[in-house]
């Protein structure tokens, strides 16, 4: 199954006036039904249409897995792996083969990427992917993957990395191992959040002024120019921190800092089911290999430019995370680095003293800089979900002049702040990581499909089945291991929350009930933020 495309005409004088006037025929397409959602899409829609513009390079498709990857995990959870290997052998083996896993997923990735060059990732790879066997049960998984994205995985990460960059931030401003919670939420907010006067929030809208989200909210919102030249801003503050840490580390061993590596697998566990917990951590330090495909319609020469992107930035990634595990253990002991809340934090104030506090703002905006890629690709992952009925239509449309799905951000931004508010998000990670892997095992099963009724595809690359099977496995194994090994709450939650959206599904979607006032909402939505419906960009 394919959306239906067209092109964007040049608009009359009245095309506008015509657009509004027509909004509620529009919103009816809102929840149809897979059979009837091609059909007649572009009976439904506006006239007036306008593309998302490719302005992805492969640099930049480069800096934007970097910017997803190389967050909070490799600065503060390397002892998660620790911990469940017992040595410092095992440790680095489990650190290269989550590398590994990482690139065999990718590259899954970038296959039915450029199969299905849609923007959405594993909801377009459910849609059209298993859609092809069975329309219905392709169309039931999409909706599954989109709600979870929506109400877990994106915003929790989002706010995962903002409290990151709070806590970071703080410390290295403070001097303080620990600021208070209360203004590390306070900035965490201020910076993915809405700007507290609600009234200038919307005066500014109305007006046109400006697009005003809090920082990282006004720049994604304003210009997908402006937001992509960040993220490379963020991309080199990384770099600079990593390479700082593992210049740091080359030093000490050439001082003769070499106690610790020299215990190799002493103390290995033998659990396999540990070891699962083990690349739990791992692979959460590796995750954002595959946000790239979120933007495809953005990205320039996908079919080349994807999967080039993938390899180049994760192979950069595996070498980057071994040699910085390497340096982390000049410093520290087993037991120092299991009792380090934040371990590059821990590691600079060895061997950079008053320096420290370089380190801290240097990670704090590494871990910025991922959450600013995350509400990128959120954005644009929220705006499809609404382009197939699965979000209210209102989320997929775009700015007219900014040409920035707008709404999409602004639900992002209002769920991340949301998940900002516990004073304790630590306890999320670990069924994100758990729902994470359910999605990436049914989009690799969705590869394999694609391979027999998309046989005729044009592939740039092409996965062997034993290796798409192969990675069914890891994901079943990195479902169910970590539950009986440590069974916990929230894996039972991240059921209950997507048989909750089952239910929402079957009235909404199946039933097509619809919420008395929403269209006239919709409408009011569309004429204040001077909104307009997008289409698929097609172009290579």
């Known amino acids: 199954m394919s959306i239906q495309t067209n092109r964007a005409e040049t608009s009359s004088p009245n095309a506008h006036t015509d657009v509004i006037c027509n909004q509620e025929q529009q919103l009816n397409s809102i929840s149809r039904p897979i059979e009837e959602m091609n059909s007649d899409r572009n009976e439904t829609l506006p006239n007036e249409k306008k593309t998302l513009k490719r302005h ?60 299905i060059p849609l923007s959405g990732s594993s909801l377009a ?53 620990s600021p208070p919670i209360r203004f590390i939420k306070m900035l965490a907010i201020f910076v993915i959040g809405l700007l507290i006067d609600s009234f200038l929030f919307l005066f500014l809208f109305y007006t046109k002024m400006h697009d005003d989200l809090g920082i990282l909210g006004t720049v994604n919102g304003i210009s997908v120019t402006a937001s992509n030249r960040l993220n490379i801003i963020f991309v080199i503050s990384k770099t600079v921190t990593i390479l700082a840490i593992i210049i740091g580390g080359l030093v000490r061993i050439g001082q003769g800092y070499t106690e610790t590596l020299k215990s190799g697998f002493d103390g290995t566990a033998n659990n396999p089911l540990r070891i699962s917990l083990a690349f739990y951590s791992g692979l959460w330090a590796y995750g954002g290999w595959a946000s790239l495909n979120s933007v495809t319609e953005e990205l320039k020469n996908p079919k080349r430019n994807l999967w080039l992107s993938i390899v180049v930035a994760l192979s950069s990634v595996i070498v980057l995370y071994l040699f910085t595990n390497i340096s982390y253990f000049t410093v520290m002991n087993t037991a120092e680095l299991l009792s380090a809340d934040a371990v590059a934090m821990t590691w ?23 959450a600013n890629a995350t509400i990128y690709a959120s954005g644009r992952y929220f705006m499809v979900g609404a382009r197939y009925g699965y979000l209210p239509e209102i989320f997929s449309c775009i700015q007219k002049q900014r040409l920035t799905p707008l709404p999409s951000i602004v639900l992002m931004t209002i769920l991340s702040i949301i998940y900002c508010i516990p004073s304790n998000i630590g306890n999320l990670i670990g069924f994100v990581s758990f729902v ?4 990436f095992g049914l989009t690799f099963l969705a590869t394999i499909f694609c391979k027999f009724t998309k046989a005729n595809a044009d592939r740039v690359i092409k996965v062997p089945i034993p290796v798409i099977i192969f990675m069914i496995l890891v994901s079943i194994y990195l479902v169910i291991a970590p539950v009986i090994s ?41 004429e204040l933020f001077n909104l307009t419906m997008s289409t698929v960009n097609t172009e290579e």
């Open 56 to 115: 992805l390079g492969l640099f930049s498709g480069i800096s934007f897995i970097l910017g997803m990857i190389i967050g909070s995990g490799i600065f503060i959870s390397p002892k998660g792996v620790l911990k469940e290997t017992e040595s410092i052998g095992l440790c680095l083996v489990i650190w290269a083969l989550c590398g590994l896993i990482s690139i065999l997923g990718a590259l899954c990735y970038a296959e039915i990427g450029t199969v």
């Open 486 to 526: 440590s069974p916990n709450i929230g894996y039972l939650v991240a059921i209950i929350i997507l048989l909750v959206g089952l239910v929402f599904y079957y009235l909404f979607v199946f039933r097509k009930i619809q919420l008395k006032g929403m269209k006239k909402i919709n409408i009011f939505i569309l």
């Open 436 to 439: 994470s892997w359910m999605f």
């Open 125 to 177: 790879y459910m849609r059209e992917g298993i859609g092809s066997v069975h329309a219905r049960t392709g169309d039931v998984l999409a909706f599954i993957v989109n709600w979870a994205n929506t109400f877990i995985l994106l915003p929790s990460s989002a706010a995962i990395l903002s409290l990151t960059f709070g806590t970071y931030f703080l410390s290295g401003v403070t001097n303080s191992p």
């Open 348 to 370: 600079g104030e060895t061997v950079l003293g008053p320096a420290v506090r370089a380190l801290t703002i240097l990670v704090s905006f590494s871990a910025l800089g991922s």
